[in-house]
């Protein structure tokens, strides 16, 4: 069965950076979409980054516009891991960030930004950024 376990999160001041990973058991993550989304308190959840699959650590990449230029999504198959790479972060970043998968491997090219694609998720790690 597969798991995904999210770290990196934290406290960090306005224009800090941070690298959140997700690694992965129960299954090798090249062949998988995988997504980043987040949840701010008394929002919904949103997609942040989203990474197709890939056989030798690159894959298609889309972005949430809030996020685009700042935010960068990529993948160590020799880890089993993906990774959020986030620069110069706003206050409004704030939230519980999931990473989440597809139970079916391959797909189309382009990461799906749909909640509804995904049947993997973690348990969220906590981003707080204070301004």
């Known amino acids: 069965q597969v798991q995904l376990v999210e770290s990196g999160g934290g406290l960090v001041q306005a224009g800090g950076s941070l690298r959140l990973s997700c690694a992965a058991s129960?299954?090798?993550?090249?062949?998988?979409?995988m997504g980043w989304f987040r949840q701010a308190p008394g929002k919904d959840r949103e997609f942040v980054a989203g990474?197709?699959?890939?056989?030798?650590?690159?894959?298609?990449?889309n972005y949430a516009d809030s996020v685009k230029g700042r935010f960068t999504i990529s993948r160590d198959n020799a880890k089993n891991t993906v990774y959020l790479q986030m620069n110069a972060l706003k206050p409004e970043d704030t939230a519980l960030y999931y990473c989440?998968?597809?139970?079916?491997?391959w797909g189309p090219g382009s990461p799906p930004r749909r909640e509804n694609d995904y049947d993997v998720w973690g348990q969220g790690t906590q981003v707080t950024v204070s301004s």
């Open positions: 990474i197709s699959w890939s056989l030798n650590n690159g894959g298609n990449t």
């Open positions: 129960g299954r090798t993550i090249s062949s998988y979409r």
């Open positions: 989440a998968a597809p139970l079916k491997p």
